[in-house]
């Protein structure tokens, strides 16, 4: 594994443990050459995906994006890493079990906006004005008007 902080190739795994409930390894290294401690996250991958977006372009799926997505819409919400990250592993498989090598934005959207309203309505209201684009203060009336009877169903 290369050093972020110098690129030396030739880093030690000085601790290694389960995360993610068993879904993933975390493993604490060590560079010898510059003594910078960094960790990383060894997954599983069924598959590589590849996104179509909605103008029709084609790009590798990217984990980090979905986590910078998600986090953005459960900041200051959400304090549990571990969840997030469970959630975020959750969507990742379910794309995998798709059986599709190519899943759509739309596809992606979908999913994560129906796994954060089980797990926190004002992370699911804040992805959802970004991912159907609201324009306009009518644009969250129209939704918050939908949202409102399933949220009185719970």
């Known amino acids: ?5 110098c690129g030396n190739v030739d880093t030690q795994v000085k601790d290694s443990r389960p995360a993610e409930d068993h879904v993933a390894i975390r493993r604490r290294r060590f560079c ?10 060894e997954r599983v991958q069924l598959r590589d ?4 977006k909605s103008n029709g372009r ?11 997505s998600v986090k953005i819409a459960v900041q200051k919400r ?5 969840r997030i990250d469970q959630m975020i592993s959750g969507i990742v498989r379910r794309l995998e079990s798709l059986g599709d090598a190519e899943v759509s934005s739309k596809q992606i959207g979908e999913i994560v906006m129906e796994t954060l309203a089980r797990l926190d309505t004002v992370a ?3 992805f959802a004005s970004v991912y159907r684009n609201f324009q306009a203060v009518d644009d969250f009336d129209k939704f918050m008007a939908e949202l ?6 719970d």
């Open 58 to 68: 084609r790009e590798d799926f990217d984990r980090t994006k979905l986590e910078r």
């Open 32 to 41: 010898a050459a510059c003594a910078g401690r960094f960790t990383t996250y």
């Open 1 to 5: 594994m290369r050093c972020p902080f």
């Open 49 to 52: 995906l590849t996104v179509l």
């Open 148 to 153: 409102r009877p399933i949220a009185k169903g």
């Open 124 to 126: 699911y209201v804040r």
């Open 78 to 82: 959400v304090s549990d890493a571990e």
